[in-house]
């Protein structure tokens, strides 16, 4: 079965084009113009991931992505998210509220088919053993795709399940920004990795993790992260 996008956007020659090359790909495409119809696919259809324009009529992508990433049945659908802003805010704000990556207006087709593809490995889960991480309280599954905290279910998103696996992967190595994008994403760009502390920072929230005195990621400066891990 052809893995089922929705592309979202207000402007229809936009959404066309998208769904053009993604289906030239071999993507089934579902599409919507404003975000009421795009909320009422999402839970009729449960796409495999979502490419959601910022602005648009109705719901926002942003109030999308928070309704999204609060529901447990739909909260680990990848969000690819498009926004016509340059601001850093922005990106920001919509990687906080759970965005797995974004694209910013004009963009090339073909790198919105490789960002699918991208978060749709990662989605898929090309992940080699041991198939569960566990360090002090917390347990990573990495078949079930299901972090534990205490024995606690905490749900994260795809990106934020990619870096903490590779994190968790090699405890005490100080990965570089670039380098953990790299072996958690399977590619690094530029943006990504200036997202990446908001990433960073949505994890450490989920899990409880304080940044001035952290049981789990530890900030290394001047170089990037490492995950220290506990024994109690």
Known sequence: MPQRILVVDDDQQIVRLIASYLEQAGMSVLTAYDGDTAQHIIRKERPDLIVLDLMLP????????????????????????????????????????????????????LEVVARTKAILRRARGNLQPPHILEQGRLRLDLDQHLLTLNGVPIVLTRTEFALLSALMSAPNYAFTREELVEKALGYSYEGLERSLDSHIKNLRKKIGDDPADPHFIETVFGVGYRFRGETA
């Open 58 to 109: 109705g719901q926002s992508g942003w109030e999308i992505t928070r309704w999204l990433r609060a529901d447990s049945h739909l909260a680990d659908i990848p969000v690819l998210m498009l926004t016509a802003k340059v601001e850093d805010e922005d990106k920001i704000y919509g990687l906080e509220l759970g965005a797995d990556d974004y694209l910013t207006k004009p963009f090339n087709p």
